[in-house]
């Protein structure tokens, strides 16, 4: 069964140093000018831009708004700290607004976004040793979560329950997942091993907890308690994303190799999609039935359609 995949062709931003301001936090708005008459003038419909990313590493999907949020991981946290953002994009590919939490940096924290995941109204992002959380309607801030005390050095992937419960994986040592509750305190879920540089999390359809590697091609299940329920495989190792459908389908994107794993429930996996460079942290838009491939420092999204 062969598959479509749309690769959009994007511009790269020049990163520039962040300028401290002082005022309330504002999200962005969808593209447009101030034109001569000093009006605001949004960009016309038979307009379409592709770009706005820096080092998109996740991907989530929004489907109240039908629009896809693409974390930008930005420069290294070294060079510039505070630096990334997200962008809002159409299902399409297009560029709805180019820096919707970012554009400006008046009570923003956000140095070195990976993970993301939406429940509830509620955006959770993973952001090096903290989880930090925007209202999904407005973009503001909300609470920020840190797991420095319990031994987070990069959390990756993330995941979160119904009730808002977090889980997040810490890919370099100690290579771990992380429980937060909603309260905010965190505490070990998995220590080491089956997880070898543990990467994405995704939560099924029961509330278990679905964990990938990069050190290997394990598709792991846990249960809430811990306990290890099952383990498929991808078709290729060096996995980064994975995501969990309505009807238990997985998919998983290998970040090393290129290749886009199908998981069906009792079946083994199958590759739909390869060639495809640094694939990321995927996400599926349920809308369009769609998977959104972020392609880390190619700063580009990648679009498969399933059938």
């Not at 020049?14 to 000018?33: I, K, M, N, R, W």
């Not at 379409?48 to 420069?75: H, Q, W, Y």
């Not at 694939?279 to 399933?306: E, R």
């Amino acid at each position: 069964m062969s598959f479509r995949t749309i690769f959009s062709v994007l511009a790269i931003a020049a990163s520039s140093a962040v300028v401290a301001q002082t005022g309330s936090f504002q999200a962005g708005e969808p593209l447009g000018t101030v034109n001569q008459a000093g009006q605001a003038t949004p960009m016309s419909s038979n307009v379409k831009v592709f770009g706005s990313f820096r080092f998109a590493e996740s991907c989530t999907f929004d489907p109240e708004r039908n629009l896809i949020l693409a974390m930008n991981a930005g420069v290294s946290e070294d060079m510039q700290p505070n630096d990334g953002y997200v962008s809002l994009i159409n299902p399409d590919g297009s560029v709805h607004t180019a820096k919707w939490i970012g554009n400006d940096r008046n009570g923003l924290t956000l140095n070195h976004p990976l993970g993301s995941a939406i429940r509830n109204g509620v955006l959770y992002v993973a952001d090096m040793d903290h989880v930090r959380t925007f209202d999904l309607a407005s973009g503001q801030p909300l609470e920020a979560f840190s797991v420095a005390e319990a031994g987070a050095s990069m959390l990756n992937g993330i995941g979160v329950t119904e009730d808002g419960t977090i889980y997040a994986s810490n890919t370099r040592d100690p290579q771990r997942v992380y429980r937060i509750t909603a309260d905010g305190d965190a505490s070990v879920f998995i220590d080491g091993s089956p997880l070898m540089a543990p990467n994405g999390v995704a939560i099924d359809n029961d509330g278990n907890i679905v964990v990938i590697n990069i050190g290997n091609n394990h598709v792991m299940t846990f249960a809430p308690s811990g306990e290890l329920l099952q383990t498929e495989y991808a078709v290729e190792a060096g996995n980064d994303g994975v995501i969990v459908t309505e009807d238990g389908t997985k998919y998983v994107s290998s970040v090393r190799f290129g290749s886009i794993s199908r998981i069906r429930p009792g079946e083994e996996a199958e590759v739909i999609a390869q060639g495809i460079p640094s694939a990321a942290s995927i996400c599926y838009d349920s809308v369009q039935n769609q998977i959104i491939i972020p392609m880390n420092n190619n700063n580009a999204l990648g679009i498969l359609p399933l059938d």
